[in-house]
């Protein structure tokens, strides 16, 4: 009996819900001593004066680090691509190392204590003097300023086919759009926090952290001791959802700060702290402009952006990654564009670029599909590409179809009378819209032990991060599944950089990339049995062990001495480069949306939701659905109520907290049903997409096309609220 | 510093804090105890939620030294089927917010069972009426769950409600 894809309970399930998991502040250390952040009042410019008397003298303060005391830091490691984890630094900020201040919540002092009360009273009394310098803080202001962005192979800024200008012009339909979409925040309801401890020039941290081993590289490289002297443990975090990825100020200032007052050190940040701290996402400004026959054939495709980065980092956000996959479009023209503002970096949250960019894409179509009085299920399907539209790749898998009419199916689309403000129910007017999900498919090198007892147990070692998803349940029914043991026969360990190299939980990537390891070293494992028993005799992995007088056997995936490692990643990229070259992977799939509106306040209620999606293999069906939700959930709060705002002026966050920043709670969220077509894509290790990112895109458009189908108004700037609709 | 004793899961503890210390820093910092989780600090999200003689209460909001002669119970006290509904339902992913959504929805259903309406109540005169999915809805919602489990939390409540 197989074990993949079976909906078991997750592993860790009992240890969450009796409160037993110790997540990173949770570590109790003798001589535990507390840290807080002061932040910088200003965007840009240099710090005069610093006043600390006042919070020196707080009882129980132990130092109150700045630049003027703080021990030295190593410079942030410039962004190669030989070293993957030189892409983790936060910023390139030297934290305390400097007077110059570059974005407004700047730590610019840790105080450190012997409680947390102690150092958060004397935090809020440290105060400094500034030389202000000009900044550029409005994203709105700035637009004109921003510049193409350069790609590279796997992400590239730019695409184009035909002339898609000109065929728009010439179009028989045409629309041109603009669509915008705020900053947000990722809100993992676990703050940032960090337990640091050196030992001599070891350094222990207990971290809140999505990227185990380059935190570790990076920590290294910072307080200049090798990599093997960093241990980052993570076994529980709670959530990231992209903001736990890069190493932000946080991580490194308690390090410092145990560093400088020889005691261990915690550092948890308040929420607060996080807005000012940790990068959120890019707003942006999209235009879609898109041309098409009166039967709904595509000539033209245009989809360009604007989004920020900060002066001191961030990431160009992909935000036309979909549209060169989703519609078979003559002509093609997608451009990316940034603007580097003196704000904290931004950085990838839950499908950068996808969430944000089938928003403007799929609500376009949406809008094409009323121009051209046709059902938006069928103008998708008229649009439908049988290759990759941008240069005839193949799809590794692409079901989008079938998504479809499963989907159509299930929701009683067909139930839905076309004409905008058509349908009530009471004094509620109601609406359905759907929209496509997309991302990208990855898999990265992982390294993985796998060790077979005489007692018939198995114990899979791995450095993967886990943050909810379920990692360990599903690593160990592949385990499970590849050695034909049963399921409660395999541990699985993880969230430790003693363990063998993971990559970090990014690009919906990890459960692929570790099941890949996983299944290389089971199949070594089973082949040194099979050579064993050979020789000794024996037809059970328990009776071979036991005549070969062994305790165990065990195999491993990848090598994690120095050697191995480079050689592993350099076979790995020169892999995945070949792979790009051949093929376009992607989990994908169809939202289905029915929203009520009240025609009197512009309140708009989610009060059904379906998601049909491809990810290939499933193997946990309980803990992928509830991946899948997760993602509906946080469209469903970009959709409507999510919005990070910055004063335009200053640059300061206006909203850091979760009163203000609106995340959906249970009264906004409806019966979410998630199907799955379950149909492995056979360039995947076991045929697994991804759950982690897709479930996120085409949300916010879905709801915008519900919203216009049941009011007859278009909200083309999110969130939806309400007197967007008066 | 002023010194108290709270009752926490049914054993006494000394404590000597600054009176500004909120009851949630005492459980964790104080006495080691840090299944009750800090998501805001300032009581917008439920994380930190435990019950004080049986009624649920914001631990963040609420200054240790008020809670000198209460019963306090926080998840580790707490042995309630809810426990195994959630891990059964999967209501829930990271599990940071789950203490405090346990401890809530216990606290919310001696509430319901003690005829307290809620905003979506539609008849006040009943007590007790038919705790359906909107009305644990409408009363969890104090409790943020960022990694988005909540159909499958008020699945688990719902089936530990009967
Ligand atoms: S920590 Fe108390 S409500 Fe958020
Ligand atoms: S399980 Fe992660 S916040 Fe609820």
Redesign the interface.
């Known amino acids: 009996m197989t074990v993949i894809g079976r909906p078991l309970?997750?592993v860790?399930?009992?240890?969450?819900?009796?409160?037993?998991?110790?997540?990173a502040?949770?570590h109790?250390y003798p001589g535990l001593a507390?840290a807080a952040l002061v932040p910088a009042t200003i965007s840009r410019g240099r710090i005069t004066t610093l006043h600390t008397g006042e919070a020196s003298a707080v009882p129980g303060v132990i130092a109150v680090l700045t630049h003027l005391n703080a021990p030295e830091l190593k410079p942030a490691p410039k962004v190669t691509p030989l070293r993957l984890s030189s892409l983790v630094s936060g910023t390139s900020v030297g934290y305390l190392q400097t007077d110059e201040v570059h974005w407004d919540g700047q730590p610019i002092a840790v105080v450190v204590a012997e409680?947390?009360?102690a150092a958060r009273e004397a935090a809020a009394l440290v105060r400094a003097d500034y030389a202000p310098a000009p900044a550029m803080v409005d994203f709105a202001a700035a637009e004109a300023d921003a510049r193409p962005q350069r790609g590279n192979p796997l992400m590239p800024g730019e695409a184009k086919k035909g002339d898609a200008e000109a065929a728009l012009a010439a179009a028989p339909v045409a629309l041109d759009l603009r669509y915008t979409t705020p900053p947000h925040h990722?809100?993992?309801?676990?703050?940032h926090a960090t337990t640091a401890v050196w030992d001599g020039d070891r350094l222990t941290v207990h971290d809140a952290t999505q990227a185990i081993d380059w935190f570790r590289a990076h920590l290294a490289v910072r307080f200049g001791i090798p990599a093997a002297d960093v241990r980052v443990l993570a076994p529980?975090?709670?959530?990231g959802?992209g903001g736990k990825v890069s190493i932000w100020p946080g991580t490194i200032l308690a390090a410092l700060a145990a560093r400088a007052t020889g005691r261990p050190v915690r550092l948890?940040l308040?929420?607060e702290d996080v807005y000012r701290t940790v990068g959120g996402r890019t707003p942006s400004i999209q235009r879609v402009a898109l041309g098409a026959t009166r039967d709904g054939k595509l000539t033209a495709l245009v989809h360009t952006s604007v989004t920020r980065t900060g002066r001191v980092g961030g990431l160009p956000e992909q935000v036309t990654s979909q549209s060169r996959h989703l519609y078979d479009a003559e002509n093609i023209f997608l451009r990316q564009s940034i603007v580097p503002l003196d704000l904290l970096s931004n950085t990838s949250m839950r499908a950068p670029g996808e969430s944000i960019g089938t928003f403007a894409l799929e609500a376009a179509i949406d809008e094409l599909a009323c121009e051209l009085d046709l059902d938006p299920i069928e103008l998708r399907m008229r649009n439908e590409p049988a290759v990759n539209p941008m240069d005839g790749k193949k799809f590794a898998h692409r079901m989008l179809r079938e998504a479809y009419a499963v989907g159509a199916e299930r929701f009683g689309w067909h139930e839905r009378d076309p004409r905008p403000r058509s349908m009530r129910d009471g004094r509620w007017l109601v609406g359905m819209g759907v929209a496509s999900a997309y991302h990208p498919s990855w898999r990265f090198a992982a390294n993985v032990t796998v060790r077979l007892s005489a007692d018939g147990t198995v114990l899979v070692r791995c450095g993967f991060q886990e943050?909810?998803?379920?990692g360990a349940t599903a690593q160990a029914q592949i385990a499970a599944d590849a050695l034909g043991v049963p399921f409660e026969a395999v541990r699985v360990e993880y969230g430790d950089s003693a363990l063998p190299m993971s990559p970090n939980a990014g690009g919906s990537a990890q459960t692929a990339s570790v099941a890949g390891g996983v299944l290389e070293a089971c199949g070594r494992l089973k082949r040194s049995l099979a050579a064993m028993a050979r020789r000794t005799g024996g037809d059970t992995p328990e009776t071979i062990l036991r005549r070969a007088n062994l305790p165990y056997a065990e195999a491993a995936a990848g090598s994690d001495t120095r050697f191995g490692r480079i050689s592993g990643q350099v076979r790995f990229m020169a892999n995945l480069l070949r792979e790009q070259r051949r093929w376009v992977k992607a989990a994908s799939g169809a939202q289905f949306c029915e929203v009520r509106v009240d025609p009197d306040t512009g309140e708009v209620r989610v009060s059904r939701w379906l998601g049909v999606f491809d990810i290939g293999t499933v193997v946990n069906a309980?803990?992928a659905?509830?991946?899948l939700?997760?993602?509906?959930?946080?469209g469903l709060g970009m959709a409507l109520s999510e919005e990070t705002l910055v004063d335009p002026r200053t640059g300061r966050i206006m909203n850091a907290?979760?009163?203000e920043y609106h995340?959906?709670?249970?009264?906004d969220?409806p019966?979410?049903e998630v199907s799955f077509l379950d149909d492995p894509d056979p360039t995947m290790p076991l045929g697994i997409l991804g759950a982690g990112e897709v479930g996120i895109t085409g949300v916010a458009a879905a709801v915008a096309n519900a919203v216009h189908h049941a009011t007859g108004t278009r909200v083309r700037d999110l969130p939806i609220t309400l007197d967007k609709l008066l | 510093m002023a010194e108290i004793s709270l009752r926490v899961n049914g054993s006494a503890h000394e404590l000597d804090i600054q009176p500004q210390v909120s009851l949630l820093d005492a459980l964790r910092e104080h006495l080691g105890l840090t299944g009750t989780k800090k998501g805001c600090d300032q009581g917008a999200c439920g994380a930190c939620t435990v019950l004080a003689d049986g009624e649920r209460i914001n631990s963040c909001l609420a200054p240790a030294v008020q809670y000198e002669g209460r019963e306090i119970t926080t998840i580790e006290g707490i042995g309630h089927p809810l426990q195994e509904a959630f891990v059964h339902a999967d209501g829930l992913q990271c599990g940071y917010c789950t203490p405090g959504q346990i401890c809530s929805a216990i606290g919310m259903l001696a509430e319901h069972k003690d005829g307290m309406p809620s905003a979506v109540t539609e008849h006040l005169a009943v007590t007790g009426g038919e705790l359906d999915d909107a009305e644990i809805r409408e009363r969890m919602s104090g409790n943020l769950c960022r990694c988005g489990a909540y159909n499958g939390i008020v699945s688990a409540i719902r089936e530990v409600a009967g």
Do not use: C, Y
Not at chain 1, 467 to 470: A, F, Q
Not at chain 1, 629 to 634: F, K, L, S
Not at chain 1, 663 to 667: F, G, R
């Open positions: 309970d997750r860790d399930g009992r240890v969450k819900t009796t409160g037993a998991a110790r997540f502040a949770e109790p507390h409680t947390s009360a990722h809100n993992a309801l676990e703050p529980f975090v709670g959530g959802f948890a308040t929420r943050m909810g998803m379920g309980k803990t659905a509830s991946q939700r997760g993602g509906i959930v946080m907290g979760l009163a995340v959906p709670v249970h009264a969220i019966p979410i």
